[in-house]
């Protein structure tokens, strides 16, 4: 059974940082590629940020140059850097994983997913 919890949402103002961070069980994070996710009310879920187990790293064009995805092995978690935090920004995080080495923008490639961490930014 994989389960995936989201921790470190919080309220900052804008131009701070926040760090997420996404334990997993029942999945090893070298398992294949995981990713985050946010979505804002009223709008859809949007893709942050993503790793592969080829080495592969994506993000959006929104938070591309401000938040930095990484994973430690040994711990089995997933982490997003986030800097220079907007207002924009603001919205429920996701953890993502996949069963597939490679990623795919997409949240339909994802097999399982965490509750979510709220960022707000004010």
């Known amino acids: 059974h994989v389960q995936l919890v989201e921790s470190g949402g919080g309220s900052v103002q804008a131009g701070g940082s926040l760090k997420l961070a996404c334990a997993a069980s029942g999945y090893t994070v070298s398992s294949g590629c995981m990713g985050w996710f946010r979505q804002a009310p009223g709008k859809e879920r949007e893709a942050v940020a993503g790793i592969g187990n080829d080495g592969s790293i994506w993000y959006g064009d929104a938070v591309n140059g401000r938040f930095t995805i990484s994973k430690d092995i040994d711990a089995d978690t997933l982490s997003l850097q986030m800097n220079g935090l907007k207002p924009e920004d603001t919205a429920m995080y996701y953890c993502?994983?996949?069963?597939?080495?490679?990623?795919?923008?997409?949240?339909?490639?994802?097999?399982?997913w965490g509750q979510g961490t709220q960022v707000t930014v004010s």
């Open positions: 993502a994983a996949s069963s597939l080495n490679y990623c795919v923008l997409e949240s339909s490639f994802f097999q399982w």
